[in-house]
């Protein structure tokens, strides 16, 4: 594990400094992950050292866990995220929306638990929320909507399956197994106060703290800098054996698009997606979360590309940039960029006969052997769609990404077939069985007028 620059360290240093000050944070704590581990660090304000030991509350990075929750479940067998909720959480007025929906905030729930703020009042059971009718507020898989009940719902999910309590769960089946033993569902040891500052004057008011019950799968628990950079190295590949690695990258596939949100903003199963508007990045996407509670604010964000991930926890509950983690990641990229692996021959899944250009009627493709057994079809010389495709046992290719995502390449010596498309050697090759046919005339010049 290499540290840091010291150039770096300093452009870091500043960067959350001012965030602190600009923010009014009673206490601040960043940090940045790299190879595996929290590389950097700071504590700015009321903290105590060693800063990385003191909890923050997560607020809505609990969902990542409960997601995490959810998804072993569905590795085990023991449910599909295409199951309607009330086949295993029966009695709710959003039995018919699916787990895959309440994941990606698609199911059309309320964007909070009904009765008293949960976020300011201690939390009851399922039956004691009341839910009716109005806490379905859209039609399943039409947009976004960002819902903390949707989360408690799939908490409680969580703890049927499993007969005991979400936290029971969360702690035994994730934190500690990534190790996150300073990660609780209260405050434990050594943790912050949650303020809020006066908009008016630099004056505190205490925030207060209990269990949110139902709702706890939705912002319940409280972590160090520590625990939650062990999360950040979970985003970026780590996962420990707590879900596979494609699991993983699976929760990283943006499903919702929150259009209210500048830049590129999406959702895809527990955690954020986006692509930040910074100036001279194009292209570079995040996963992570946000937080907040009354008190508090955290966010943990990962670049997968570059295998870095930042993170901040504050104890106050406005006032800090949430954009501070992306932008500490900005500055790494530009201080310490990636160093990549150097390129190296490797073999081909497939004959090299195969690969090159294939038509799509008039339409020039071609078709690469990747890294990692893969293969790309994409357009050649010009746009077009394009995927990565895996082997599967059966001969059979899978699309990863893209247009033909989910969709069967079988690949033939004379053509390629990719759901209702025939890719050909040449255009409209007339010995193969292309859809429509050929026209018998072939290839000629036409005249016109």
């Known amino acids: 594990m290499a540290p840091l620059l010291p150039s770096t360290e300093r452009t870091l240093l500043a960067r959350v400094a001012r ?36 909890q923050y509350r997560l607020g809505s990075i609990s969902k990542t866990v409960t997601a995490i929750t959810v998804l072993r479940l569905r590795d085990e067998g023991l449910l599909d995220l295409d199951d309607r909720l009330d086949r295993h959480l029966p009695g709710t007025p959003l039995g018919e929306r699916t787990l895959g929906q309440l994941l990606s905030h698609l ?9 008293a703020w949960w976020e300011r009042t201690p939390g009851g059971s399922l039956d004691e929320l009341g839910l009716t009718d109005a806490d379905r507020v859209l039609p399943a898989a039409r947009r976004f909507h ?12 969580v ?32 943790a912050a106060q949650g303020y809020a500052v006066h908009p008016w004057a630099d004056v505190l008011q205490i925030e207060p703290e209990h269990h949110a019950g139902v709702m706890a799968p939705a912002g319940q628990l409280w972590a160090t800098a520590t625990d939650l950079g062990r999360l950040g190295t979970f985003l970026l590949g780590d996962s420990d054996g707590v879900l596979s690695p494609d699991t993983v990258e699976e929760m990283t596939h943006p499903a919702g698009i929150d259009f209210s949100s500048p830049g590129w903003s999406s959702y895809g199963l527990g955690v954020q997606v986006q692509r930040p508007s910074q100036e001279g990045r194009p ?41 501070l983690p992306s932008q500490l990641l900005a500055d790494l990229r530009d201080a310490e960029p990636r160093v990549v692996d150097a390129w190296s021959p490797s073999g081909t899944a497939v004959p ?59 690949l033939g010596e004379d053509s390629l077939n990719l759901a209702s498309f025939v890719f050909t050697r040449t255009p409209y090759d007339p010995a193969v069985p292309v859809p429509g046919g050929v026209d018998e005339r072939g290839w000629h010049a036409v005249t016109f007028g």
């Open 19 to 54: 965030a602190q000050r600009d923010g009014r944070c009673p206490s601040l704590v960043a940090g940045v992950v790299r190879d595996g581990a929290l590389v950097w660090s700071t504590g700015r304000g009321e903290v105590g050292e060693p800063h990385t030991d003191v």
């Open 107 to 115: 199911g059309g729930a309320g964007s909070e638990s009904p009765g």
């Open 146 to 157: 960002y819902s903390n009940l949707g989360f408690g719902l799939l908490g409680e999910l």
């Open 159 to 190: 703890a049927r399956a499993r007969g005991r309590s979400w936290d029971e769960v969360a702690r035994d089946e994730v934190l500690l197994p990534l190790g996150m033993t300073r990660t609780t569902p209260r405050p434990d040891g050594r």
């Open 283 to 323: 292209g570079v996407t995040l996963v992570g979360h946000g937080g907040s509670m009354p008190g508090f604010l955290a966010g943990l964000w990962a670049d997968r590309e570059e295998g870095t991930a930042a993170l901040a926890l504050a104890n106050v509950t406005s006032g800090l940039d949430s954009a």
């Open 352 to 410: 090299l006969e195969l690969l090159g250009p294939w038509y799509w009627g008039p339409s020039p493709y071609v078709l690469r052997a990747i890294a990692g057994g893969l293969l790309h079809l994409g357009g050649l010389g010009r746009p077009g769609r394009s995927s990565r495709f895996r082997a599967r046992p059966d001969g059979t290719w899978v699309g990863l990404d893209g247009y033909f995502s989910g969709e069967t390449l079988r």
